[in-house]
């Protein structure tokens, strides 16, 4: 380069004689005689490709700028859903029952730390992901579950399935150990199940104790109010055993204590001999005993005649639940009255009479 121009020469004439220089070199490439042009070629196809190069290169790299962009929007989408779901996880096991959520597809999504919780076995089978029908087997099948000696597991099982089917069904589940379990289950919006468990064993205890109260209350009422009667009564249950009596029945029957038992003493048995007139017990108890006939003695007056100045008469009638109701009269009341002399007033309409 140091042979090409003179550095003693102004730099005008130095930059003149340069580019005449590159100028035959430009020619001398354009005007070369090689038959194919292999080399011009090549230095066009370079030019041309890193232009290409150069046009992909910022392509991709707005498309890695972009991908940036969205991964960032996913990742604060992913922790705002990740947030959510803490915060309904937080909010379903603050709440103090156990509630547990079904896919439109009958399969297991959460559930919090109380949902069945009363049953062990159930509890350690549960798992996201496990079949509505497979749950309710598991349950069917826990020791925890108490059936009616009615009902098989297989029979309780159907008897669930048949309310799944419902979009809002209540019912209360009996557990062993006296305690109960009220669900609470209810179709969501995108068809899911929402089951919701409570525990109203306190509540199903004080609803029974105040029952047992009441009926106590109602008990001691019927039982005052048979002791002032001046028949005697016994009730009989379906199985015409002694389920109640009044002491007047006692006295009126003379049986001996040991006798007013309940469940012992049935219907037609020595109270018919007790309350027939002398030389009719035979007779008076094969009328005593229609009530063994289902219910035929329901509504029928049975009456002796008199016999020895003494006029007597009992019935047998049907009572709620399957219950008989068997009252005796006071024939020595009946007797009284009938040897009592006529009062003033009887003997005003006697005479007027005749």
């Known amino acids: 380069m140091d042979n090409l121009v003179d550095p003693a020469e102004p730099l005008d004439i130095q930059m003149a004689r340069l580019k005449k220089i590159s100028a035959g070199l430009m020619r001398r490439v354009e005007t070369q005689t090689d038959p194919e042009g292999a080399a011009y ?33 996913l990742s604060a989408a992913n922790s705002q859903i990740e947030g959510a779901r803490r915060d309904l996880a937080s909010g379903i096991e603050a709440v103090q029952e156990g509630f547990a959520l079904f896919g439109a597809d009958d399969l297991l999504l959460l559930f919090n730390g109380r949902f069945c919780w009363q049953m062990p076995e159930v509890r350690a089978q549960l798992r996201p992901g496990i079949r509505f029908a497979d749950y309710v087997q598991i349950v069917s099948r826990s020791a925890k579950l108490h059936l009616p000696a009615s009902q098989t597991p297989r029979d309780w099982a159907a008897t669930r399935m048949q309310r799944h089917r419902r979009d809002h069904v209540i019912f209360n589940l009996a557990l062993i150990d006296n305690r109960w379990l009220q669900i609470s289950e209810h179709r969501t919006a995108n068809s899911g199940t929402a089951i919701v468990q409570t525990d109203v064993t306190d509540l199903m205890r004080a609803e029974r104790g105040q029952r047992k109260r009441l009926l ?123 040897a009592a002399p006529p009062g003033p007033r009887e003997r005003g309409t006697g005479s007027k009479g005749r």
């Open 41 to 73: 070629c090549q230095i066009e196809s370079a030019v041309v490709l890193e232009d290409q190069v150069r046009r992909r290169t910022e392509e991709l790299e707005r498309a890695l700028r972009l991908l940036n962009e969205s991964n960032a929007k």
């Open 216 to 338: 106590d209350n109602q008990g001691r009422i019927i039982r005052a109010t048979l002791d002032h009667l001046a028949q005697g009564v016994a009730i009989f249950d379906a199985q015409s055993l002694l389920a109640g009596w009044n002491r007047r029945f006692r006295v009126l029957t003379g049986l001996p204590p040991q006798t007013f038992t309940l469940g012992t003493l049935s219907a037609g048995d020595g109270t018919d001999a007790a309350t027939a007139p002398p030389g009719r017990s035979g007779r008076h108890a094969a009328h005593r005993r229609l009530d063994a006939g289902a219910g035929r003695a329901e509504g029928a007056v049975l009456r002796t005649s008199p016999a020895g100045g003494r006029a007597d008469a009992g019935w047998l009638c049907a009572a709620p639940a399957g219950r008989r109701l068997r009252a005796v009269p006071d024939r020595c009341h009946r007797r009284t009255r009938r």
